[in-house]
C-alpha cells in the first residue's frame, strides 16, 4: 500500500504581480497556457516523489482518493480528475508502479472527506489488489 498527501491548490508565482492560488481542477487546468500545465504537473511529480520512498506495486492495483475541501463551492470531480493523473504520471516515472493503463490500475474511488479551512488536501491511497 502506498500513502501520500497532495494539496488541491496551487501557487503561481510572477516577478511582478502578486502570486496566484488556484485551485487544482480541470477547469483551471483547461485554461492555463502549456508551459504553466507543465510547471504545475511538475511540481506535483516531485511532491509525490519524494513521499514515495522506495515502495513497489509489482502488478495490478486500485486508488483511493479522500478529499478535503476548503470551500463548499468546489467541484471535488474536477479536483481528483487532474489528482489522479499526476499521481499516476507520477508513480509510473518513479517506478512504484509498472503502469498506469487498464492492465494494471483497476479503477479509482474518492469521497469527499470533510472540510479544512487550514490544509484542503488529497489523500491518495495505492491499494495491490
Not at 496551487?10 to 504581480?17: A, F
Request: with cysteine; net charge neutral; charged share 25%.
Amino acid at each position: 500500500m502506498i500513502t501520500f498527501e497532495l494539496p488541491i491548490y496551487w501557487t503561481q508565482t510572477y516577478k511582478t504581480k502578486p502570486d496566484k492560488v488556484t485551485l487544482v481542477g480541470m477547469n483551471a487546468y483547461r485554461n492555463w497556457h502549456y508551459q504553466v500545465q507543465n510547471n504545475v504537473k511538475k511540481e506535483f511529480r516531485e511532491l509525490v516523489c519524494k513521499q514515495l520512498g522506495d515502495v513497489v506495486v509489482e502488478g495490478q492495483y486500485k486508488v483511493d482518493m479522500k478529499v478535503y475541501y476548503k470551500n463548499v463551492n468546489c467541484d471535488v470531480s474536477n479536483i481528483v480528475a487532474l489528482i489522479e493523473k499526476f499521481s499516476l504520471d507520477a508513480l509510473q516515472e518513479h517506478g512504484a508502479v509498472v503502469n498506469d493503463n487498464v492492465k494494471y490500475h483497476l479503477g479509482t474511488t474518492w469521497e469527499v472527506a470533510g472540510q479544512d479551512k487550514t490544509n484542503p488536501r488529497c489523500i491518495v491511497t495505492i491499494h495491490e489488489v
